[in-house]
Nanobody, 127 residues
Framework: QVQLEESGGGAVQAGGSLRLSCAASEDISSNYCMGWFRQVAGREREGVATIYTPSGTTFYADSVKGRFTVSQDNAKNTLYLDMNSLKPEDTAMYYC????????????????????WGQGTQVTVSS
């Protein structure tokens, strides 16, 4: 099972930007679905963005479209989430996830379709 480690979280003011990274323990370019999810204490984990690594096809939650971009660097086995125009409501613990082969539902950003998870990195956006 692939191991995932997130980094890049932190505290930023509203309107600012952050880049999250997710380092994988193996090659992610072959038949992986990967994604970013976030969770606030007491609430369900929410899908932010997913990507099919062989083609780079992406899906985003409506709340982040136009502000967040998910991308991959196959040479580094790393997934990224570029977050711009951050809002206080983006405050959450952000998790990286992976699944191979992809399971039905990944295009709808369903957390239950992913089997491997990182430990998370905290993002805090102040107003």
């Amino acid at each position: 099972q692939v191991q995932l480690e997130e980094s890049g979280g932190g505290a930023v003011q509203a309107g600012g930007s952050l880049r999250l990274s997710c380092a994988a323990s193996e090659d992610i370019s072959s038949n992986y679905c990967m994604g970013w999810f976030r969770q606030v204490a007491g609430r369900e984990r929410e899908g932010v963005a997913t990507i099919y690594t062989p083609s780079g096809t992406t899906f985003y939650a409506d709340s982040v479209k136009g502000r967040f971009t998910v991308s991959q660097d196959n040479a580094k086995n790393t997934l990224y989430l570029d977050m711009n125009s951050l809002k206080p409501e983006d405050t959450a613990m952000y998790y990286c996830a992976a699944q191979r082969p992809c399971r039905l539902g990944w295009t709808r950003l369903m957390a239950s379709t992913f089997g491997s998870w990182g430990q998370g990195t905290q993002v805090t956006v102040s107003s």
